[in-house]
């Protein structure tokens, strides 16, 4: 750190994991003189390839459906904002927790969790596909921007955390998590990931689903408590403005409802965990970040809400069906014909063998470009 700069460390709580205590990179580089570690991380993610190409993933609508809804790439940088403002309350590492927000889906595949489920049928007897190992893969090995080794060379805690957010390592699913500490729980700021990354979809979702008309708002505010309180509490102070504006007032009333649930009740279990540095939180014994029952109970019912009214509607099967088909159909005519391939991914058959390169391959694709793929190879009129 430049000489007379201010400690950034010194306003974290106790329990809060600090970036001078880092166990480092795998490839020893020097740090910089002005960026913490966590900085650098969150620097990489974003300057990688990976993460530009989220823009033109699917969250539930594809691209082309409109300009307005979200991509894998606007609901990154969702949760990356609720991550830094519960961090902040908690005293936790914005730093670390914004670099976990924006790395955390760099491993989902196009077309939403569609993708995901092919690309498991299809490497069900080679190891399976799961987008927190696609996006330590990508990590680690398969982004390809520096001279001196693979990958970004994130710190061992960013890459623990793509491990763990989702919950305790099953090294027989997941063998090369071995080295992050599987029998100890992550820093809260990992934990943090996964309920701030369900807070941002809902809330999203919601509000994407009533644009597309896909949803009803009188149904919805009628079903789903977390949404109508606040839709009436609006209606009530707003009589007289426009009805997009008040349903605007009460998804920002679900998700303010969410957020600050989500600190309060982090904050006790803290307190009556009486963890008071990141050792005591790793070996806590269970997670200390997580909503009330109550509001939990409540949250289910949305998510339940969600899945069959918004997920599976006839419109969002329909475009699932399409893609289904596309993927299956490029993954395999790759395995048929791998010189189809890019002569730089086909480079990476010996290392990694066909079947994993044609994982890694396929998930990289955004919706946009597995469609335009898929005329080329399959569409006589369309040159290649």
Known sequence: MISGTRDPESALAPYAQRASATRGRRH??????????FQRDRDRIIHSRAFRRLEYK????????GDHYRTRLTHSIEVSQIGRTVARALGLNEDLVESLALSHDLGHTPFGHLGE??????????????????????????????PDFPGLNLTWEVREAIAKHSGPIDLGSAPEFAEYDPGLLPPLEAQLVDPVDEIAYNHHDVD?????GLL????????VPLFGEPLRAARRRRRSSDERQIRSEALRGL??????????????????????CVRKVREAGRPLVGLSPEVAAENQVLKKYLR???YHHHRIERMKDKARRVLEALFDRYLENPRLLPDDTRRRV????????????????????????HRRLFDPGVRV
């Not at 069900?124 to 398969?142: D, K, M, P, S």
């Not at 009803?216 to 079903?223: I, R, T």
């Not at 290392?351 to 793929?373: F, K, N, P, Q, W």
């Open 58 to 65: 699917t969250q539930v609508f594809v691209n082309h459906e």
């Open 308 to 310: 069959e009214r918004l």
């Open 208 to 212: 994407d689903g009533l644009e597309s």
């Open 28 to 37: 020893r580089e020097e740090e910089a003189p002005y960026r913490s570690a």
């Open 216 to 223: 009803d708002v009188e149904d919805l505010a009628a079903s």
């Open 255 to 276: 998700i303010d409802g969410l957020v600050t649930d989500l600190i309060r009740t982090t904050e006790a279990n803290v307190a009556a965990a009486g963890v008071a």
């Open 350 to 373: 010996a290392i990694d063998g066909l079947e994993r390169t044609i994982a890694d391959y396929v998930a990289g694709m955004t919706d946009r470009y597995a469609v335009e793929e």
């Open 117 to 146: 489920d092919v690309l498991a049928e299809r490497m069900r007897a080679l190891g399976g596909f799961n987008h927190n190992r696609q996006t330590l893969r990508i990590v680690e090995h398969l982004e390809e921007r520096y």
